[in-house]
């Protein structure tokens, strides 16, 4: 059975930093495409950043990109997402997410496996 557990969830101020973690078990990770997606109260799910098994990286939303970097350690099974200057409207459960194949950042409903979320809280 695959599971994949996050961390790093928190509550922060504006322009801080958090680093998410989401740890892979029950498939060989080195195999998988990751993405990591937000949702926030009363809005859609919304794509953050994906990667590729080998690391090739593309960001979802122009409001992430220069902040927000996502990565792998395919010998810990661990996909992370680093996130800097956070602001306010960064504030919402943020989700891993993981597919045999590439899926990227819009089509969220496409990835086979789900972490349980970890809240993130950014206060002006």
């Known amino acids: 059975q695959v599971q994949l557990a996050e961390s790093g969830g928190g509550s922060v101020q504006t322009g801080g930093s958090l680093r998410l973690s989401c740890v892979v078990s029950?498939?060989?990770?080195?195999?998988?495409?990751m993405g990591w997606f937000r949702q926030a109260p009363g809005k859609e799910r919304e794509g953050v950043a994906a990667?590729?098994?080998?690391?090739?990286?593309?960001y979802c939303a122009d409001s992430v990109k220069g902040r927000f970097t996502i990565s792998r350690d395919n010998a810990k099974n661990t996909l992370y997402l680093q996130m800097n200057s956070l602001l306010p409207e960064d504030t919402a459960t943020y989700y891993c997410?993981?597919?045999?194949?590439?899926?990227?950042?819009?089509?969220?409903?496409?990835?086979?496996?789900w972490g349980q979320g970890a809240q993130v809280t950014v206060s002006s």
């Open positions: 997410a993981a597919s045999p194949g590439w899926v990227g950042c819009a089509a969220w409903f496409r990835y086979n496996y």
């Open positions: 990667i590729y098994p080998g690391g090739s990286t593309t």
């Open positions: 029950g498939y060989t990770y080195s195999n998988l495409y």
